[in-house]
């Protein structure tokens, strides 16, 4: 058989064994991954093939999808670095059938790439030069029989090349080192026993201490590989890039004090050495611990490396990515007119108005704090904008001088009662990278790019979604150590959740900008281009329909991004609603079957809830989709974010000294991190609810309780006035803390400062009671945390502004 035809027979059988593994992995059938593999394959988005394509895969959701797109491409991955490999082994003539069955049975790519090592082209080395001079024989005789002799054995093997005996002996054991460390079973098993004993350890380099002052939490830390979550990794590592720290990979926590370690006794119960007082025992014995600790403790440091990077990496693009959906789903104030204020002190507090539709029709810039202190003036200035335009809302970003503009904003909404304004604190995080963009210029060329600030501020009140798909999500800052993170991984996985997102709440096709229409499915930024282009030239759509009179948007187009994209008040009241133009001849047999008329039938709950799906699925559209187009029709375009709302702050509680230890108050949550949740209660000081005081039963995941924008209920634990902290807790049957008598007990119920920092100086509350405490390498109890350079963006802006250490490692700070 060719080669060739064994490659045509192999492909054909990985793609069949990438289908089992995945279905395995997700727990479905096969037939399921391979329609959506097949989907993929042919241009279909995660979003259309969740939504559209059901009975084709048989109802897998976005999540299912988008770990099954992830695990495709890791599998494709692993089967062309297959193929390269056996392609290389064969091209030295070295390709057994044992061989070939054991690459073809590597089921990931680190085991791969350890069958592949004794193979793989390299510099020449001391063993190469060991077996050219003839001493591989040496070698194999001294392991198969200690009985040996060393030195006299040795002795028969100097030649010309060989100076004398003990150069002899220096060749074969570094044949015999190779070998150890090129055994992929053996390397495999003591890779994973490393991981699970081994651990990671930080110290301080000399005369580092002030310069790396951020890092103090890792100046001498331990901790094993298995227990060190994403950010201390990271910022261990960082540590290290900045010359701060040294960093050593630590086989055992416990280290053997004498004699082998239990890795070197590993590798001598493999190739059968034992000390039984035999001429050649004690050579092999040093052979061993030299293989170990020059070859395979430094092979293993580097894949564990690579692991515990990419361990952290995967988590910190989860938290990122959760973060950003979160955001990105914000509940919208919708359409009213609102006030934006992009806050500053010299350069004065930047104002824009928007009407309902997102319009721009006031800017203005006011100047009420240091060092003018126009405070009268610039509240008459607001007071007649928001009188002339009927403004609802006032949106206030949370930069420079936020505290003081929410301020001006109420006593603004003090003086006048009349106006009936709502204030609003906004993330202005990536504010600043849209104003100076290419699209804020083409979008509001009259404006100064400072003003476009305010403009952004006030949309994202109105509608987060829209707004912030105008910027790159890296520059949204609501991830940790993003500039440490793999740009592609991270890349792909937020393109996802926007995309995930755009789709999943539609899209208005007569006012949706550019940027929003490129994250639809199917539209690429020509078409979307093209779209806003025929929109301006033509006026607005009238029918979904009239997509293909657009340039370039071939009947594929159409068909990935026709159900997401809404016409409001348009022909047919179905391109309204998230039903698919190729279903609406299902919906015709309903409309039929009811003997009514189609926006009659719309908003028709009772009417719709007595048909059952199966009377008009057919072999096109099956239950699935009929159910989703009955539930559609019953509440046509709902958007899926949560309605608009904030917290009611309390009367006479405005600032820290107000809080007393046992009130009740409502907040908005912020921002949530690993180790709780950060509320707003109204004070201009974030309070923290950590994670212990979330419920009363475990919380893993602190977004299992509460996610950003959420109002919430909570009782104040413990307020900490000099060092502007604010313990809370959703548990509202908790009792408060007496601070009289000093902080107290720190290991739960939200009573901790800065007990588990969790990079960038970000202090989280104290340690859950079930977690004992940490011990570093000195023996005391170590601070489990990090530095995080100078911040990561909104979550380091909430800390700083629950008061919690700032990320240059200085003092926290309250809200800017």
């Given at each position: 058989m060719t080669t060739a035809v064994n490659s045509a027979t192999g492909a054909a059988g990985s793609n069949e064994a990438i289908g089992r593994r995945i279905a395995d992995e997700l727990g479905v059938r096969e037939g399921q991954v391979k329609a959506a593999v097949d989907l993929l394959d042919g241009g279909a988005t995660v979003p259309f093939i969740a939504r559209y394509r059901k009975e084709a895969t048989g109802t897998l959701d976005d999540a299912q999808l988008r770990a099954l797109e992830e695990r495709l491409r890791y599998l494709r991955e692993l089967e062309e670095r297959r193929a390269a490999v056996l392609e290389s082994v064969e091209a030295q003539g070295k390709l057994d059938d044992e061989l070939r069955v054991r690459i073809l049975a590597a089921d990931s790519k680190a085991r791969l790439e350890d069958i592949y090592l004794p193979y793989k082209p390299k510099r020449r080395t001391k063993a190469q030069i060991a077996r050219e001079a003839g001493l591989e024989p040496l070698a194999d005789r001294l392991l198969a029989d200690p009985g040996l002799d060393p030195a006299a054995t040795a002795a028969g093997f100097v030649t010309g090349e060989v100076a004398d005996a003990a150069a002899a002996l220096e060749g074969a054991r570094a044949?015999?080192?190779?070998?150890?460390?090129?055994?992929?079973?053996?390397?495999?098993?003591?890779?994973?026993?490393?991981?699970?004993?081994?651990r990671l350890a930080a110290r301080v380099r000399?005369?580092?201490?002030?310069?790396?002052?951020?890092?103090?939490?890792?100046?001498?830390?331990?901790?094993?590989?298995?227990?060190?979550?994403?950010?201390?990794?990271?910022?261990?590592?960082?540590?290290?890039?900045?010359?701060?720290?040294?960093?050593?990979?630590?086989?055992?926590?416990?280290?053997?004090?004498?004699?082998?370690?239990?890795?070197?006794?590993?590798?001598?119960?493999?190739?059968?050495?034992?000390?039984?007082?035999?001429?050649a025992d004690g050579w092999l014995r040093e052979t061993v611990r030299w293989a170990w600790r020059t070859r395979i403790l430094v092979h293993l440091g580097i894949d564990l490396r690579t692991?515990?990077?990419?361990?952290?990496?995967?988590?910190?693009?989860?938290?990122?990515?959760?973060?950003?959906?979160?955001?990105?789903?914000?509940?919208?104030?919708?359409?009213?007119?609102?006030?934006?204020?992009?806050?500053?002190?010299?350069?004065?507090?930047?104002?824009?108005?928007?009407?309902?539709?997102?319009?721009?029709?006031?800017?203005?810039?006011?100047?009420?704090h240091v060092p003018q202190r126009r405070w009268d003036e610039s509240l008459a200035t607001?007071?007649?904008?928001?009188?002339?335009?009927?403004?609802?809302?006032?949106?206030?970003?949370?930069?420079?001088?936020?505290?003081?503009?929410?301020?001006?904003a109420a006593d603004l909404i003090k003086a006048h009662p009349e106006l009936n304004l709502t204030k609003v604190v906004v993330s202005?995080?990536?504010?600043?990278?849209?104003?100076?963009?290419?699209?804020?210029?083409?979008?509001?060329?009259?404006?100064?790019?400072?003003?476009?600030g305010a403009v952004s501020i006030a949309r994202r009140l109105q509608d987060p979604l829209a707004e912030l798909v105008k910027i790159d999500p890296k520059s949204i800052g609501v991830g940790q150590y993003q500039h440490d993170l793999s740009e592609s991984?991270?890349?792909?996985?937020?393109?996802?959740?926007?995309?995930?997102?755009?789709?999943?709440?539609?899209?208005?096709?007569?006012?949706?900008?550019?940027?929003?229409?490129?994250?639809?499915?199917?539209?690429?930024?020509?078409?979307?281009?093209?779209?806003?282009?025929?929109?301006?030239?033509?006026?607005?759509?009238?029918?979904?329909?009239?997509?293909?009179?657009?340039?370039?948007?071939?009947?594929?187009?159409?068909?990935?991004?026709?159900?997401?994209?809404?016409?409001?008040?348009?022909?047919?009241?179905?391109?309204?609603s998230s039903v698919h133009p190729e279903a609406y001849p299902v919906v015709r047999r309903i409309v039929k079957a009811t003997g009514g008329d189609i926006?009659?039938?719309?908003?028709?709950?009772?009417?719709?809830?007595?048909?059952?799906?199966?009377?008009?699925?057919?072999?096109?559209?099956?239950?699935?989709t009929v159910t989703d187009i009955l539930g559609e029709l019953e509440k046509p375009g709902r958007d899926p974010r949560p309605a608009f709302?904030?917290?009611?702050?309390?009367?006479?509680?405005?600032?820290?000294?107000?809080?007393?230890?046992?009130?009740?108050?409502?907040?908005?949550?912020?921002?949530?991190?690993?180790?709780?949740?950060?509320?707003?209660?109204?004070?201009?000081?974030?309070g923290l609810v950590h994670v212990s005081a979330m419920s009363k039963t475990f919380v893993k995941d602190p977004r299992d309780v509460v996610k950003p924008g959420d109002v919430v209920r909570v009782k104040v634990l413990d307020v900490d006035i000099p060092r502007k902290r604010i313990a809370l807790t959703l548990r509202l049957e908790d009792e408060a803390q007496d601070r009289r008598g000093g902080r107290g007990d720190r290991q739960g119920g939200g009573k901790g400062g800065a007990d588990d920092r969790q990079g960038g100086g970000q202090g989280g509350g104290g340690r859950r009671r079930d977690t004992p405490p940490r011990q570093n390498r000195g023996g005391r109890p170590a601070r489990p945390g990090g530095s995080d350079g100078g911040g990561n963006g909104a979550l380091a802006d909430a800390l700083r502004r629950a008061g919690l250490a700032g990320g240059d490692g200085g003092p926290g700070r309250g809200r800017r």
């Open positions: 044949i015999l080192v190779e070998r150890f460390g090129e055994d992929a079973d053996l390397i495999g098993e003591l890779r994973e026993r490393m991981w699970s004993d081994g000399d005369g580092k201490e002030e310069a790396g002052a951020k890092f103090s939490d890792y100046f001498d830390f331990a901790e094993p590989f298995t227990k060190l979550p994403s950010h201390r990794i990271l910022a261990m590592f960082r540590g290290e890039k900045e010359e701060v720290l040294d960093l050593t990979l630590e086989p055992e926590a416990e280290p053997t004090q004498e004699g082998p370690t239990r890795y070197e006794r590993a590798i001598t119960a493999r190739f059968g050495i034992a000390d039984r007082g035999r001429p692991r515990l990077r990419t361990t952290a990496e995967d988590e910190a693009v989860r938290v990122f990515a959760a973060n950003l959906r979160d955001l990105l789903l914000a509940a919208p104030a919708g359409a009213r007119a609102t006030l934006g204020l992009d806050p500053g002190f010299r350069t004065g507090v930047k104002v824009a108005v928007t009407d309902r539709t997102g319009k721009v029709v006031a800017t203005s810039t006011i100047y009420p607001l007071a007649g904008l928001c009188r002339e335009h009927a403004v609802e809302l006032v949106a206030i970003g949370n930069g420079t001088a936020s505290r003081e503009t929410d301020k001006l202005e995080a990536g504010a600043s990278v849209y104003s100076a963009s290419a699209f804020a210029s083409q979008e509001l060329p009259e404006l100064d790019v400072s003003l476009r991984k991270l890349s792909r996985s937020l393109d996802a959740v926007v995309e995930d997102c755009v789709n999943g709440v539609g899209v208005d096709l007569n006012t949706a900008s550019a940027p929003l229409l490129r994250r639809v499915s199917g539209i690429t930024a020509t078409l979307a281009d093209n779209i806003v282009r025929h929109r301006d030239d033509n006026g607005p759509f009238h029918s979904r329909k009239g997509l293909k009179d657009v340039a370039r948007l071939g009947p594929k187009a159409f068909e990935q991004c026709a159900g997401f994209l809404r016409i409001t008040g348009g022909d047919d009241p179905l391109d309204a926006r009659q039938l719309i908003g028709d709950s009772a009417t719709l809830r007595g048909l059952k799906p199966q009377e008009f699925a057919d072999d096109t559209f099956g239950v699935p709302r904030t917290a009611t702050f309390k009367e006479g509680v405005e600032e820290l000294k107000d809080l007393a230890p046992g009130m009740l108050l409502e907040g908005t949550v912020t921002n949530v991190a690993a180790f709780g949740a950060f509320v707003d209660i109204g004070v201009h000081q974030d």
